[in-house]
């Protein structure tokens, strides 16, 4: 019984070390594709962490618009990181353009992230917040 437990926690230790933060690279990913739908925008570290808070616990964080996305990758998949980003966010961005276009000067927002390795794939969630001023 001590080692079923034993293999119970180590088997968990690995599940949970699979799950990995995106890299701080991936800020200039999230500053691009916001750039294509606004010029009212200002980067926020701080709405970058509400945005991963966000992923975790959405009721947790009140936002005036969010934009979020999660899509599998194969583990072997050679894509970069930044292009597996953009193919599952701007088609999120495109039907969010509007309410985008709309935010006033000054409006913050942060993006943000995690990869988490489910055996032979990769899923990739990702979420942006924004607060008008």
Same mark, same amino acid.
């Given at each position: 019984?001590?080692?079923?437990?034993?293999?119970?926690?180590?088997?968990?230790?690995?599940?949970?070390?699979?799950?990995?933060?995106?890299?701080?690279?991936?800020?200039?990913?999230?500053?691009?594709? @916001?750039?294509?739908?606004? %010029? @009212?925008?200002?980067?926020?570290?701080?709405?970058?962490?509400?945005?991963?808070?966000?992923?975790?616990?959405? %009721?947790?964080? &009140? =936002?005036? $618009?969010?934009? &979020?996305?999660?899509?599998?990758?194969? =583990?072997? %998949?050679?894509?970069? $990181?930044?292009?597996? $980003?953009?193919? !599952?966010?701007?088609? *999120? !961005?495109?039907?969010?353009? &509007?309410?985008?276009? *709309?935010?006033?000067?000054?409006?913050?927002?942060? #993006? @943000?992230?995690?990869? %988490?390795?489910?055996? @032979?794939?990769?899923?990739?969630? =990702? =979420? #942006?917040?924004? &607060?008008?001023?």
């Amino acid at each position: 019984m001590l080692a079923f437990f034993l293999l119970l926690v180590l088997d968990l230790q690995s599940v949970v070390a699979q799950v990995d933060l995106l890299p701080e690279e991936s800020k200039d990913t999230f500053e691009t594709l @916001n750039m294509l739908y606004s %010029d @009212n925008l200002e980067w926020s570290y701080e709405w970058a962490e509400k945005a991963l808070e966000y992923l975790k616990s959405p %009721d947790s964080v &009140k =936002a005036d $618009l969010v934009i &979020k996305g999660k899509q599998s990758f194969p =583990a072997d %998949d050679t894509q970069l $990181l930044w292009q597996k $980003l953009l193919a !599952f966010l701007e088609p *999120r !961005f495109d039907k969010k353009e &509007k309410a985008l276009e *709309r935010l006033p000067a000054g409006t913050i927002y942060g #993006c @943000n992230g995690f990869i %988490d390795g489910k055996g @032979n794939k990769d899923v990739i969630s =990702a =979420a #942006c917040l924004y &607060k008008k001023p």
